[in-house]
Nanobody, 118 residues
Framework: QVQLVESGGGLVQPGGSLRLSCAAS????????MSWYRQRPGKEREFVAF????????TVIDSVKDRFTIARDDFKNTATLQMNSLKFEDTAVYYC???????????WGQGTQVTVSS
């Protein structure tokens, strides 16, 4: 059974940090590019960060550059998103996404809520 399970969300003050984890099972994790998306209140789901198969290339959107870092551990079948210097506008449900390197299959996690509030 394919699963992507996000964890690590919660309530944090502006300027704080959170580390999101995405635990994958039921598929060949190392063959999948991993991404994080988020859906802010009243907005469409948007791309946040990407890490290629093998981990040699990463991309993040400009609004989180120098604050968020994506990583993967192919031994633990886990992708992470380290989020530092959090801002109110980072409040969202964060989703983990897996895309097969050949583009044939895509999986989504159920999401984890991140709330930045004072």
């Amino acid at each position: 059974q394919v699963q992507l399970v996000e964890s690590g969300g919660g309530l944090v003050q502006p300027g704080g940090s959170l580390r999101l984890s995405c635990a994958a099972s039921g598929f060949a994790f190392s063959n999948y590019h991993m991404s994080w998306y988020r859906q802010r209140p009243g907005k469409e789901r948007e791309f946040v960060a990407f890490i290629r198969v093998g981990g040699g290339e990463t991309t993040v959107i400009d609004s989180v550059k120098d604050r968020f870092t994506i990583a993967r551990d192919d031994f633990k079948n886990t992708a992470t998103l380290q989020m530092n210097s959090l801002k109110f506008e980072d409040t969202a449900v964060y989703y983990c996404n897996a895309d097969h390197r050949l583009g044939s299959t895509r999986y989504w996690g159920q999401g984890t809520q991140v709330t930045v509030s004072s």
